[in-house]
């Protein structure tokens, strides 16, 4: 039995007790279990879910199969969204045995997709995984860049800054009205998501060291991050490639404006234009991080706003569709998606639909352009910073 | 091949049709094949209608190759794996609920359709399925058709299926029981002629595919309630269990030996290391302040009667030396074993976790799953246990419940692997070899029968004249054995 997947026995004994019972796919009782992996969406065959890339990887390590294109275009149909990881009775830890098949089939010399090819070569060579002349990755700030001695490090992430300026623009606003000494660096490099997520992890370690080092030389004790995919690389895999803990606390931004709620230190005042909204929660930071009272504490709290829930959240929330770098391998797959999730506003009763991601933001964003006419969508960092109240009034 | 994929092409459009080996490995094994030896389809499709899959029949038969269907595919047991290649009908999109008749209390489901939808569909109709201890992600169609324990097997009848509509290579699309009518719906299982749904339970898949099916929903009663009781051994238990059920008090009965009891409060703290007690090497003793085992008995209907019916089991209990254990004690003792029952029995849901997180505990072998006369299954108890003693590591454990009227029980003993597959590759052999004796060792000495088909072709091969006859019904409608020829059936 030799194979061409190279794991530990104890993967192979985790992935040999899949009954194919198919839940992996679907959400509970409370989504009226719908199904929520994108991958089962498109593909359709049982091999499109996470239990049935567990008899795929069973076959690559029992040899009965070869790494292929085929294999390949697979498995990036995967949106990392973890929807398998808290809906499985049975197996844990699907999303990073699916990223260990990603470097395998990178080991065993298949190409990538021409798209991933490119995400992959500008980050390794531009710290960002966009093509084209880049601006200067801190051009949005348009003011001096860092506080002599910073209470806390914005770290911004790559959509951010190149693609959903608004979204720091209103953190930093946030953060000037409250007083927050901040720094932000023009050394921030990528988290590494996109060479993780293709099968680099080796080479996304480098940058994460670089990151850690450059927040290190900040001085600054917190990082806050208005994204959940590099916050929870922060937290969960930046401590494994450095094998140490990392001398400063990882926060996002909701847990972050929470505490400042909770420390009286941010107060929401009435919005002028009240509005229904609701929540989507970023499949990064609520079944990434378990974070999901925090960002409807912080809506609920802000006056005017009239909260109104998704049908599917929290534990059942679905994919937008921009993860896991699907937008650019199978990106009518990414929209039918995020369709799909504005769709359910329809429900809501609501006109605004608040995410905590800024890539969730931009994919519901268009998405939105297209179904949902007179519809906003923004990042509870953006609605926070309409609502606040100048503290110097 | 060229040929069969031009055929398939013509039927299933590209999205619906497979060939790509990637795709097929999807389809080759499930826990309980061996490592190294799934074997793969050539091809595997997705039909949306019956008469999709009378054309498909038509070109298997035409080539003489091998059709598996798979409903949902969850399974334990290798029961929905192509054994011997060919083309499986993956029917995950067959799964439309035709009718919840409310009047007559059935619905007519297709096969790809999940507990999750059947129960979701009915909760809003004020009904219940009948639901087993399958995953809720599973096929009630293709389970009910296997004969299921669950929570309306003791007064109900244990199998749910009434009318049927199959696909046979030999004989055409066929209907059972009162569907047979095209006027008289689906409300019968058989009327004035010979019961034909009852040939396709239990036939694996080997004399066609069913494609649509009646199945018997059960009104919600205006209280369901969960009777616990508590017994130092399994005599009494039984005993129990046979009294609530002759007198038509419950609607299920199950008894759940510690070792089960201790497993979901495991289960329940997320935990996948056994606790010290299920490991220790005599399993017949319960640790100290723990019951030998748990009846539970399932009351639904008028409060009223609800209530007597307590009381009466409860008296029952105690004439036979158990005790009534309190809902608030259950919740206190085992409060994970106390919200699996309630969840199972009493809101009528798949419970999480469910049965199948046993699973990530521990390497899991499809139970010895037996069936056998109320007396006998005493001494098929003992015999377990002397077995257990001898020849497997703790933990195991065992649940016993009536089916069909409590003149037989189901009993189900579970043995744990703890280890990984490689360091107990050899202790996994030995097993599988002992339960392979078992069977026959329980049917000759004891008369229990498998409850389920575990591919042994001896035992098809004891059966006598019963055998010959449907050996000809097989060649019937399925002239060429195209149909599952890996269950070994046929």
């Known amino acids: 039995m030799e194979g061409t997947l190279h794991i530990n026995e104890n993967l ?120 084209g002349r880049l601006p200067d990755r801190t051009e949005w700030l348009k003011r001096e860049k860092a506080f002599a001695h910073p209470q806390v490090f914005y770290y911004v992430g790559c959509i951010s ?10 953190f930093v606003s946030i953060l000037d009205k409250l007083e927050i000494p901040f720094a932000v660096s023009e050394e921030e490099w990528c988290c590494g998501a996109p060479l993780f997520f293709s099968g680099y992890e080796e080479k996304g370690k480098e940058l994460g060291q670089h990151n850690v080092k450059a927040i290190e030389e900040s001085g600054a004790s917190t990082v806050v991050l208005t994204c959940p995919t590099c916050a929870m690389f922060f937290k969960k895999y930046y401590p494994q490639w450095l094998k140490r803990a990392l001398p400063f606390e990882v926060l996002h931004v909701t847990e972050f404006l929470e505490r400042l709620q909770e420390q009286g230190k941010l107060k929401l005042d009435a919005r002028s234009d009240p509005k229904t909204a609701t929540y989507h929660d970023p499949c990064h930071l609520g079944r990434g991080q378990d974070i999901y009272e925090a960002p409807r504490r912080i809506l609920r709290s802000i006056k005017g706003i009239q909260f109104s829930e998704l049908s599917r959240v929290r534990k059942n929330s679905f994919c937008c569709g921009a993860g896991g770098l699907v937008p650019t391998g199978f990106p009518s797959l990414s929209d039918e998606l995020a369709h799909q999730r504005v769709s359910e506003m329809e429900a809501t009763g609501a006109d605004l639909l608040v995410s905590s991601c800024p890539a969730c933001k931009e994919n519901l964003k268009i998405a939105a352009k297209g179904i949902k006419k007179g519809a906003e969508v923004l990042d509870i960092t953006e609605l926070v910073d309409r609502a606040l109240t100048d503290m110097k009034a | 091949m060229n040929e069969l994929c031009r055929a398939l092409g013509s039927v299933f459009p590209k999205d619906r049709v497979s060939w790509d080996e990637s795709v097929l490995a999807g389809y080759g094994a499930d826990s309980s094949i061996p490592p190294g030896s799934s074997v793969y389809p050539s091809a595997v499709v997705l039909p949306k209608t019956t008469e999709e899959i009378s054309h498909l029949l038509q070109i298997a038969d035409r080539f003489r190759i091998p059709v598996s269907p798979m409903a949902r595919g969850s399974n334990i047991a290798g029961m929905a794996v192509p054994v011997q290649g060919g083309i499986v009908a993956d029917l995950r999109l067959m799964n439309r609920i035709i009718e919840i008749n409310e009047d007559a209390a059935y619905a007519v489901i297709e096969p790809g359709v999940t507990f999750h939808d059947l129960s979701n569909a009915l909760k809003k109709a004020g009904f ?25 097997a003791a007064r109900w009848d244990p199998d749910p299926v009434l009318a049927l509509e199959v696909v046979t290579p030999g004989a055409g699309i066929i209907k059972t029981g009162s569907a047979t009518f095209e006027t008289a719906g689906w409300r019968a299982r058989y009327h004035c002629f010979p019961d034909l749904t009852g040939l396709f339970a239990n036939a694996y898949g080997t004399l066609g595919i069913v494609t649509r099916g009646a199945v018997k929903i059960f009104d919600r009663g205006e209280e369901e309630r969960l009777v616990l009781t508590t017994f130092e051994s399994f005599p009494p238990a039984l005993e129990y269990m046979k009294r609530i059920v002759r007198r038509n008090l419950a609607e299920s009965v199950t008894f759940w030996t510690w070792g089960w009891n201790l497993f979901h409060e495991m289960m329940r703290s997320k935990s996948e290391k056994f606790p010290q007690e299920m490991l ?37 209990a105690r004439e036979l030396g158990g005790e009534a254990m309190e809902d608030a004690e259950a919740r206190e003792k085992h409060p994970g074993c106390y919200e699996y029952l309630k969840a199972y029995f009493v809101d009528g849901v798949h419970p999480k976790p469910g049965e199948e997180s046993q699973i990530r505990a521990g390497l899991h072998l499809p139970g010895c799953l037996i069936t056998a006369e109320p007396a006998k299954l005493m001494e098929i108890e003992k015999y377990m246990w002397d077995l257990a003693e001898r020849e497997f590591k703790p933990p195991y454990f065992y649940r016993a419940l ?76 399925d002239p060429n054995n195209i149909m599952n020829p890996g269950m070994l059936l046929f």
Not at chain 2, 132 to 140: L, N
Not at chain 2, 294 to 309: C, D, N, P, T
Not at chain 2, 421 to 428: F, G, S, V
């Open chain 1, 12 to 131: 192979y004994t985790a992935m040999h007790k899949c009954t194919r019972c198919g839940q992996c796919a679907y959400g509970d009782e409370n989504a009226e279990f719908d199904i929520l992996c994108p991958m089962q969406i498109k593909g359709k065959f049982f091999t499109f879910s996470a239990g049935g890339l567990m008899q795929l990887a069973r076959a690559l390590y029992e040899g009965k199969v070869g790494f292929s294109e085929s294999v390949r275009d697979i498995l990036y149909l995967c949106t990392t969204c973890g929807a398998c990881e808290v809906n499985c009775g049975v197996i844990e830890g699907q999303v990073d045995l699916f990223t260990l098949l990603k470097k395998e089939l990178v080991k065993s010399g298949v190409p990538l997709m021409d798209a991933h090819k490119m995400v992959v070569k500008n980050t390794v060579d531009k710290k960002a995984p966009y093509s």
């Open chain 1, 161 to 170: 800054s190149y693609r959903e300026p608004e979204i720091p623009g209103a």
């Open chain 2, 128 to 152: 219940f399925c009948h639901l087993p201890t399958a995953a809720g992600g599973s096929s009630p169609l293709a389970n009910y058709l296997m004969r299921p324990s669950g929570n309306f």
């Open chain 2, 280 to 316: 220790k090497p005599d399993q017949r003793t319960p640790p100290r302040g723990i019951a030998f085992g748990i009846a539970s008995a399932r009351l639904s209907g008028y409060k009223k009667v609800v209530e007597a019916q307590q009381e009466v089991c409860i008296q029952i």
């Open chain 2, 402 to 477: 009536p089916h069909s009227h409590a003149r037989e029980f189901f009993f189900a003993f579970v043995v744990y692997v703890t280890g990984s597959l490689i360091e107990e590759r050899a202790y996994l052999q030995h097993l599988r070899g002992i339960y392979g004796r078992l069977y026959r060792d329980l049917l000759r000495y004891y008369g229990g029968v498998m409850f389920r088909y575990r591919k042994d072709p001896t035992f098809f091969g004891m059966t006598g004249t019963y055998g010959d006859l449907l050996r000809r019904i097989k060649k019937l409608a």
